[in-house]
């Protein structure tokens, strides 16, 4: 009875692991979900580094403050994987920055890099296949190529939000690739 006990649960624990929705489902997404990761890890300790006295910092009066950047990157991260990942029509819905703790900041952040983790393990092949226009340059770019845009336009946010933090004498966390 034990044994059986034990065969079972192996058997729930196997097939458990094998349909793990995280799973991405193609080569393309299995090399890129760790790339993601970092770089998402990496942003969240940037907006981490900064004291919360500090969310409300702007370097001049034309620039986003600390808190907007951060907030730009958790909306823009979404809107850009469901327009162009995803090919859903979306409208840009930034939420107003300044409404927000840094703590709400950074859930909101996760929620968005979440979101597109998703995306990364649950979309096929087919779909990466097709092609989307990019809406600034024109471009016609694969779905899949689409992801690495999302990455870019967070770490270009991502790099201010860095001077933002040298700006105010605290260094940025250690680069990690």
């Excluded at 296949?129 to 946010?157: I, K, P, W």
Aim: glycine content about 2%; some cysteine.
């Amino acid at each position: 009875m034990i044994k059986n006990s034990c065969l079972l649960l192996l058997f729930i624990t196997l097939c458990t692991f094998s349909q793990n929705p995280k799973s991405p489902k193609t080569d393309f997404t299995k090399m890129y979900l760790p790339v993601w990761l970092e770089a998402t890890e990496h942003c969240l300790a940037v907006a981490q580094a900064m004291p919360d006295s500090l969310y409300a910092y702007r370097p001049t009066e034309v620039n986003k403050t600390f808190a907007e950047q951060m907030v730009h990157i958790a909306a823009a991260s979404e809107l850009l994987t469901k327009r162009y990942v995803e090919g859903l029509e979306v409208k840009p819905d930034t939420p107003d920055a300044s409404q927000f703790s840094k703590a709400g900041i950074i859930e909101m952040l996760r929620k968005s890099f979440a979101y597109t983790e998703d995306v990364i393990s649950t979309i096929g092949q087919e779909k990466l296949d097709e092609t989307c226009t990019m809406y600034h340059s024109g471009n016609t770019v694969s779905r899949a190529f689409a992801l690495f845009y999302v990455q870019d336009h967070m770490a270009n946010h991502r790099a201010k939000a860095n001077l933002y933090l040298r700006m105010n004498a605290i260094d940025p966390p250690e680069y990690t690739w």
